[in-house]
């Protein structure tokens, strides 16, 4: 789940998504004219997001349920307070908004991952958020991997990661092996995740009963996310 290895190279490698959502999230906040404040960035990961967030001027509060993604988050946001915890039950502050961004929300880590703990997780951060409060967000849905299955290879010189992705139903696993180099040897990590995938309508009907109004975006700016990755633009009003 995120072990030292991988999370170094999601951090090193995989980072875009949250560089493209930060602007994003700071832009909405903006609009809806919350200059401070509190911003809760779930599933938190190495800080990329939170980094942004932070420099920008609100206090961050990153939540993850790695141990190795959240020492790299110390380190990159020295300002920020991370904790690990679910991103279905933890006990949120007073928040200007919230992020979940990369799926956050369809991770089983947590075995209670499923679209019951989704929407009750929805009321628990409508409760939270101030009145004109944001939420930026995404999920996988249907579709996501196509081809199913489905191999992908990325290789650098200091490490490389073999990730394969198989749609079955509602649910996608990744077998992610990863090689980094020691030397003139590599060291091997293997993880299996396994996600939910939920369907943008179910997404909405959640978001609604929450009392959250909601859109769904494209992408997150210039970044146009695949078929089956869908952005979510949350407000309380």
Partial sequence: MYKED?????????????EHAAPVLLDALRTAGISGGTVADL??????????????????LGVDFSEDMLR??????????????SVLD??????????????????AFDERAGLDAFA????????????????LFDVAGPGRV?????????????????????????TLTREIVTFVREGDMYRRSDERHVLR???????????????????MLSGY????????WHPFLARKA
């Avoid at 009750?120 to 004109?132: C, D």
């Avoid at 700016?221 to 089956?228: E, I, M, S, V």
Wanted: net charge positive; proline share 5%.
């Fill in 6 to 18: 991988l999370a170094r190279i999601h951090h090193e490698g995989f980072g875009f998504t949250a």
């Fill in 43 to 60: 599933g938190c990961g190495s800080g990329i997001l939170s980094c942004a967030v932070s420099d920008a001027g609100y206090r961050i």
């Fill in 72 to 85: 790299l988050a110390r380190r990159n946001v020295p300002r920020g307070e991370f904790i690990r915890a």
């Fill in 90 to 107: 933890v006990d949120l502050p007073r928040c200007a908004g919230v992020a979940a961004i990369g799926e956050i929300f369809c991770y």
């Fill in 120 to 135: 009750r997780a929805m009321k628990r951060i409508y409760a939270a958020l101030e009145p004109g409060g944001v939420f």
């Fill in 146 to 170: 196509v081809p199913s299955p489905r191999t992908n290879l990325v290789d650098r010189a200091e490490w490389s990661i073999v990730h394969k992705a198989t749609e079955t139903g509602d």
């Fill in 197 to 215: 995938l939920y369907r943008p309508a179910e997404i909405l009907d959640a978001l609604s009963a929450a009392g959250l109004q909601a859109t």
């Fill in 221 to 228: 700016g210039a970044f146009t996310l695949p078929a089956g």
